[in-house]
């Protein structure tokens, strides 16, 4: 009932609470964090960008229940919507949904996403990771295949870069640091 509410509560985006996993990597690379409801599907992929670690160079789709979306051009090109102009609070609803994240259709980065919880009346900013486990694969490791060849060639430091089948990855790599702090202090950048 409305009157049993604050009035600093109504017509506020909940806060939703998400778990993103990389697919078919080891060991297992994800991520806690929480975003607000009224964010696009564009802003999340701008906070995945950052919670995961990667660099923003390649295109991305999303996938939630049959709905694609990515950016206004690759929207043009391949007819799906524009992540740009639909908020998560227009498509996720039942806790939990599963949806799925592209990112790099070269390397094909696929990503689980699990809608955990969907939290009423917080007022801290958002997005915030609130914890995650393993560092994300380098841009340009290839792939998941890609990536467990680098990680065996990671005992060769004998260069501080490596030269994998994509490009220049520098080194020294360490695949079991997640910097929480970092990914925090990365995000207050998308603070509204």
């Keep these: 009932m ?4 604050p009035m600093s509560q109504l017509n506020q985006p909940a806060v939703l609470q998400m778990k993103i996993t990389l697919i078919g ?6 991520r806690r964090f929480q975003i607000s409801s009224a964010a696009t599907f564009y802003e999340l992929h701008r906070a995945l960008q950052i919670v995961m670690g990667w660099r923003n160079y390649h295109l991305y789709l999303f ?3 049959g709905t694609e979306l990515s950016d206004p051009a690759t929207m043009l090109e391949l007819g799906i919507k ?3 102009q639909i908020c998560l609070e227009d498509l996720l609803h039942d806790i939990p949904t599963r949806f799925r994240y ?3 259709f070269g390397d094909r980065w696929d990503h689980d996403i699990e809608l955990e919880l969907r939290i009423e009346g917080e007022t801290r900013p958002y997005p915030i990771c609130l914890a ?7 841009e340009g490791s290839g792939g998941s295949r890609g990536y467990a060849r680098f990680r065996e060639s990671l005992g060769e430091r004998t260069r501080p870069m490596r030269l994998t089948e994509q490009g220049w990855v520098r080194l020294p790599f360490q ?11 990365a995000l207050m950048t998308l603070r509204r």
Aim: proline residues 14%; charged residues 20%; aromatic residues 8%.
């Design 2 to 5: 409305a009157g049993d509410t």
């Design 102 to 104: 592209e990112y790099d």
């Design 82 to 84: 524009n992540a740009e």
């Design 132 to 138: 995650g486990e393993s560092a994300c694969p380098p």
């Design 63 to 65: 996938n939630v229940n």
């Design 175 to 185: 695949p079991d640091i997640f910097d929480i702090n970092k990914v925090n202090v």
């Design 25 to 30: 990597v080891t060991p297992p690379v994800w």
